[in-house]
């Protein structure tokens, strides 16, 4: 299986937002969605990837310098100033098990997948489970339909 199957599986819908953004903007994006990223492009590139990894560690920053002093209302962080500008990124040809692979190595669970310079989407691990899960399955009914159709020894 390639990573483009995981897409078709996930389906095309792509959340994005630009480095400028509001990061309270992406928490809500992402919560009102359901999801765990979103691309940040800018000028029709890829400038990098915010996930709930990014918005945790920034968060926890915030409240460790807000112990000793005054900090910077959350409302005012930019995209910018806690996005991931250079994610690790797959192609759509790519095997799905170099796929896992890559996102255990790497301690990714999202990566934006590219063909030449266009973004295609965004895998996440779950994505990666539920399209492995479905072609098990597929391949399960297969294989039993298979075996009950199997000849009879004469």
Not at 6 to 29: A, E, F, H, Q
Not at 51 to 73: C, D, N, S, W, Y
Request: with cysteine.
């Amino acid at each position: 299986m390639q990573v483009s199957e995981v897409l078709r599986v996930k389906g095309n819908t792509l959340y994005t937002v630009s480095p400028d953004d509001m990061l309270s903007d992406c928490v809500i994006t992402m919560a009102e969605h359901d999801i765990g990223s979103l691309i940040v492009m800018d000028k029709g590139r890829l400038a990098g990837i915010v996930t709930f990894r990014e918005v945790m560690r920034v968060l926890a920053k915030r409240q460790i310098e807000h112990r000793e002093g005054p900090t910077r209302p959350v409302a005012e962080i930019m995209v910018r100033d806690v996005m991931n500008p250079d994610p690790i990124i797959c192609a759509p040809n790519m095997d799905v098990n170099e796929l896992r692979r890559m996102m255990l190595t790497n301690h990714q669970r999202y990566l934006p997948v590219m063909d030449d310079t266009m973004v295609m989407g965004v895998v996440s691990f779950h994505d990666v489970a539920k399209a492995v899960l479905e072609e098990q399955g597929f391949e399960n009914r297969m294989l039993k339909a298979y075996i009950r159709d199997w000849p009879a020894e004469g």
